[in-house]
């Protein structure tokens, strides 16, 4: 058997370390949405996000939206969650992983006309990774393998 | 002292340990010679590149590997803590005492590693609003408190005691380092569903080359700390006999 004066010192940690975990598991749960690194477009559309005010948002790009400027960097594109979509205007340079179908995170501003005027575009890349020969099989075989980790499948 | 406890004062016994360790090293260095030079020669080899990221995915091999070792170091040195404060065995001490510097490192890897891939992937090195890559930062912080709170306290045994209340705390992050993907929206993707179908997304023609990786580095961390602990027994130990004969042969 544990001597009784251990058992009672590890009963202590045990108290001390299972209190702190759920203090901190609290706060952060309260804190979450402060947590959250962007809004999906769905939340945009709710009003969660005060007009005129800086935020992030996240979506997919969606296919045939994007229409970059021949004479700039002026680059406009729809970012959606498969709900609802959010148009984005956007001047400067994409990282290397934007295109049709990827996940991005764009930082800026919603305008009157409900245009976000980003002044950061980042590229967000999913859980998956394949070859390009798997990827090429994937799409022959009708598979969409993107990423659907802004909400619901494309085919819904 | 009662029968059923023996074994563990033995096995917290410093001279036990040392010898032991003296028979395993060689045998856990060549073991991470070998995963570290499979796992080095497939990544950079054999590895098939990314249908997105091209050739960058290659870092992800280092990176999971380092990242998912520097998690279990608050665990470790948590199990040694609780271990001195409960029991008082000095070995435990030892071996939380050189965890922390190496978890700093391990830490800093993870965090350098996964700037690299982020600023070819995703357009930037750092974004402080994403969870995952702020709670990282927080570990390696905690992994300074905990190195300078044992030079800040002059009682070696005092020291040892904040140290271990410390890193029990600190396990709180690693859960939340663990599961900020999950709970929260962020740039960091989440970790990958392995699939054993060759052909697939995340088939084993990709995670084969990590899970070697991801051994040597452990393999890594074992032959790291055992090689600190062991200076440590020989510094804390001077005094006794056997050491002193050890020092005496090695004269």
Redesign the interface.
Known sequence: ??KPH?RK??GV?LF??FG??VA??LT?FAL?QN????Y?PTEVANGEVETGTMF?I?GMVKDGSVEQQQESLAVSFVTTDFVHDVPIEYEG??????REG?GI?AEGRLDTLGVFQAS????????????????A??EQAGVN?DNH?FGATPED | MSGRWQWFHRLGSPKWFYEKTTRWLPWLVGAMALFLAVGIVWALLFLPPDYQQGHTSRILVVHVAVAGTSLSFFPLMAVAGTVTLVWRIKLADMVAKNAAPLGAWFTFLTLATGSIWGSVSWGTWWEWTDSRLVSMLFQLFLLLGVISLRTAIENAETAARACALLSIVGCINVVIIKYSVDWWNTLHQPSSPISMEVGSPNGPEFWVATAVMIVAVYLFLAVSLILTTRNEILQREDKAQWVRELVAQAR
Request: charged share 20%.
């Open positions: 058997m544990m251990r010192r590890l940690i001390v370390a702190l975990s901190v598991m952060l979450s947590i959250n690194m962007f999906t992030r996240g340079i994409l990282p290397d992983l934007f990827q995170v950061r575009v980042l590229a967000k890349h999913d859980e998956n990774y394949m070859s390009p020969e798997v990827r099989a994937l393998p980790q």
